[in-house]
């Protein structure tokens, strides 16, 4: 039997529009909607699975590294690196 365990690794607060692009808008439409977002969303909760297999536990994370949140690791040159992450 497998079982899947979810596990809360901490929160993230993103532009709203990062949530929910508008349908119908390109790709750069919608990096452009989230670089003119000045709001924050709540802290929403950031995941990570734990699965339980006859052959061994795994832990699945997918998240992002955090060397995201230091400054100065994302590239000065991109706007959107530098405005909206």
């Known amino acids: 039997m497998i079982c899947v365990d ?49 052959e061994g536990i795994y832990l699945v994370d997918t998240g992002d590294r955090a060397r995201n949140s230091e400054k100065g690791y994302l590239p000065r040159w991109n706007p959107f690196f530098q405005s909206a992450v």
Request: charged residues 25%.
């Open 6 to 54: 979810i596990i809360q690794t901490g929160t993230v607060t993103i532009r709203p529009h990062h949530r929910l692009g508008e349908e119908g808008r390109t790709a750069w439409q919608r990096k452009l909607d989230i670089l003119q977002d000045r709001s924050w969303t709540e802290p929403l909760p950031i995941y990570a699975y734990v699965i339980e297999h006859p």
